[in-house]
């Protein structure tokens, strides 16, 4: 008897807070309307996507010094959107992200409580922690923890919304290094008993935190080899926290271009390309590699003749791409030196080379076999698509490649019944986890 395919776990991101979009295409739509959200959330839902995911942004971002030229304004509340959603959706899972850093346990506990309520038992939560202070100063405790501090604060505010998920009805008292609560909790445990919780953080101790509390995580795309790796570091953790590998799914963030044919859609992957890294946008970037003041260089003239700066990340503190870069800035440099010296490339030349590369480019047989390879091999269990275009731009893939991993038995046809941790095949979330948990 043959061994049944490994079956593909998709979820749909709603870009907005990076360069990703391409907003200036003409078939680019609102980042504002819901009709957008509706929109790609529904494609999603036909396409047997497990999630629709929505990331955050408290407030515009920092660089250099000064709030970031290029950022997207006008983002709403993910929460309020998601409500939206579960009344013109069914099925697919509702994804929001929410920082532990700056919300407060009760506020988070309440919202996503009320949500899994709202949808049938289909929320899920991102759970991140915050990394910059433009954010931290819209909230009463200013700046942003310690890196060690943030992680003391999310297992402390999940452990207590873990208990008010599970005991329902009636009072609560918490004393913790970072929460320290005693109130009344109003609302029924949900649907789900506890939401599916997605982690995003790479780290050792976010690779931790999620072997012992995540139900996906959420990473980067690479290579059969290094999805391995990954996947068999962070499941490799589950044993020591009574978990199996099947109660962890590693979803990678990947984008995509599709073609009629590879060629066709390797001529598209550059167009889009150019458009994701403006002149201003490879200048971002390069200051985020050299850690210092570029904006006298031209982007389309030659890489700077001046050397990056080690040590105290200045030019964008909190930065993630910046922090990437700690402790290899000379390295990664000469890399790109020789790169633009072996093409004739400028600076923006590099920097949509190196910056910014789709996780999947080809015809949607092409990129149906890649995806399923990945997913077969154990490199990950799916991926969170990132289209570059809102709100159509999962449109394609929905009638080109969803179909194709259908007929190869790699992606449902119909749904399972149940709530979203259910149908993700994670074990049941019982009241006395969250009791324990507490």
Same mark, same amino acid.
């Given at each position: 008897?043959?061994?049944?395919?490994?079956?593909?776990?998709?979820?749909?991101?709603?870009?907005?807070?990076? $360069?990703?979009?391409?907003?200036?295409?003409?078939?680019?739509? %609102?980042?504002?309307?819901?009709?957008?959200?509706?929109?790609?959330?529904?494609?999603?839902?036909?396409?047997?996507?497990? =999630?629709?995911?929505?990331?955050?942004?408290? %407030?515009?971002?920092? *660089?250099?010094?000064?709030?970031?030229?290029?950022?997207?304004?006008?983002?709403?509340?993910?929460? #309020?959107?998601?409500?939206?959603?579960?009344?013109? #959706?069914? *099925?697919?899972?509702?994804?929001?992200?929410?920082?532990?850093?700056? *919300?407060?346990?009760?506020?988070?506990?309440?919202?996503?409580?009320?949500?899994?309520?709202?949808? &049938?038992?289909?929320?899920?939560? $991102?759970?991140?922690?915050?990394?910059?202070?433009?954010?931290?100063? $819209?909230?009463?405790?200013?700046?942003?923890?310690?890196?060690?501090?943030?992680?003391?604060?999310?297992?402390?505010?999940?452990?207590?919304?873990?208990?008010?998920?599970?005991?329902?009805?009636?009072?609560?008292? #918490?004393?913790?290094?970072?929460?320290? =609560?005693?109130?009344?909790?109003? =609302?029924?445990?949900?649907?789900?008993?506890?939401?599916?919780?997605?982690?995003?953080? &790479?780290?050792?101790?976010?690779?931790?935190?999620?072997?012992?509390?995540?139900?996906?995580?959420?990473?980067?795309?690479?290579?059969?080899?290094?999805?391995?790796?990954?996947?068999?570091?962070?499941?490799?953790?589950?044993?020591?926290?009574?978990?199996?590998?099947?109660?962890?799914?590693?979803?990678?963030?990947?984008?995509?271009?599709?073609?009629?044919?590879?060629?066709?859609?390797?001529?598209?992957?550059?167009?889009?390309?150019?458009? @994701?890294?403006?002149?201003?946008?490879?200048?971002?970037?390069?200051?985020?590699?050299? $850690?210092?003041?570029? %904006?006298?260089?031209?982007?389309?003239?030659?890489?700077?003749?001046?050397?990056?700066?080690?040590?105290?990340?200045?030019?964008?503190?909190?930065?993630?791409?910046?922090?990437?870069?700690?402790?290899?800035?000379?390295?990664?440099?000469?890399?790109?030196?020789?790169?633009?010296?072996?093409?004739?490339?400028?600076?923006?030349?590099?920097?949509?080379?190196?910056?910014?590369?789709?996780?999947?480019?080809?015809?949607?047989?092409?990129?149906?076999?890649?995806?399923?390879?990945?997913? @077969?091999?154990?490199?990950?269990?799916?991926?969170?698509?990132?289209?570059?275009?809102?709100?159509?731009?999962?449109?394609?893939?929905?009638?080109?490649?969803?179909?194709?991993?259908?007929?190869?038995?790699?992606?449902?046809?119909?749904?399972?019944?149940?709530?979203?941790?259910?149908?993700?095949?994670?074990?049941?979330?019982?009241?006395?986890?969250?009791?324990?948990?507490?």
């Amino acid at each position: 008897m043959s061994t049944p395919r490994k079956q593909v776990r998709l979820a749909a991101h709603f870009p907005g807070v990076n $360069n990703t979009t391409v907003w200036g295409d003409p078939a680019a739509g %609102s980042h504002m309307d819901l009709a957008s959200f509706a929109h790609l959330a529904r494609t999603a839902e036909r396409a047997m996507f497990d =999630l629709f995911f929505l990331a955050e942004g408290l %407030s515009l971002r920092e *660089h250099a010094g000064h709030l970031h030229d290029l950022d997207v304004v006008g983002r709403p509340d993910a929460m #309020t959107i998601l409500a939206a959603l579960s009344a013109v #959706t069914e *099925h697919i899972g509702l994804a929001a992200t929410l920082t532990t850093t700056y *919300h407060e346990p009760l506020e988070v506990a309440r919202q996503l409580a009320t949500l899994d309520h709202l949808s &049938d038992g289909r929320a899920a939560w $991102n759970l991140v922690t915050s990394t910059d202070a433009v954010s931290g100063a $819209n909230f009463r405790r200013g700046a942003y923890l310690p890196y060690d501090g943030r992680y003391d604060r999310a297992q402390e505010l999940l452990a207590l919304a873990d208990r008010l998920w599970a005991q329902g009805p009636g009072p609560f008292d #918490t004393t913790g290094r970072q929460v320290t =609560l005693r109130g009344e909790w109003d =609302l029924d445990t949900p649907p789900q008993g506890r939401p599916v919780i997605l982690q995003a953080g &790479d780290s050792d101790a976010g690779r931790e935190f999620a072997a012992a509390q995540a139900d996906a995580v959420f990473t980067r795309a690479g290579t059969i080899p290094e999805g391995q790796a990954f996947v068999t570091d962070v499941k490799g953790r589950l044993a020591r926290y009574g978990r199996r590998p099947e109660d962890l799914l590693i979803l990678p963030g990947a984008t995509y271009v599709l073609g009629d044919t590879d060629e066709d859609a390797r001529e598209q992957a550059a167009h889009v390309r150019r458009q @994701q890294v403006s002149g201003p946008t490879a200048i971002v970037f390069a200051e985020q590699l050299w $850690n210092r003041d570029l %904006s006298a260089y031209d982007p389309d003239g030659p890489l700077p003749d001046v050397d990056p700066v080690e040590g105290e990340i200045t030019i964008a503190p909190g930065s993630i791409p910046a922090r990437a870069f700690s402790g290899k800035r000379h390295e990664t440099v000469e890399q790109l030196r020789a790169l633009a010296a072996k093409d004739g490339l400028s600076l923006r030349d590099v920097m949509v080379e190196t910056r910014a590369r789709h996780s999947f480019v080809g015809s949607p047989q092409t990129v149906a076999d890649e995806i399923d390879a990945q997913v @077969q091999a154990d490199a990950c269990d799916g991926f969170i698509l990132v289209p570059h275009l809102t709100p159509g731009g999962l449109d394609e893939f929905a009638d080109r490649v969803v179909p194709l991993l259908q007929e190869r038995g790699s992606l449902r046809t119909e749904r399972e019944p149940g709530t979203l941790r259910e149908r993700l095949g994670l074990p049941r979330w019982t009241p006395e986890q969250g009791a324990a948990g507490a």
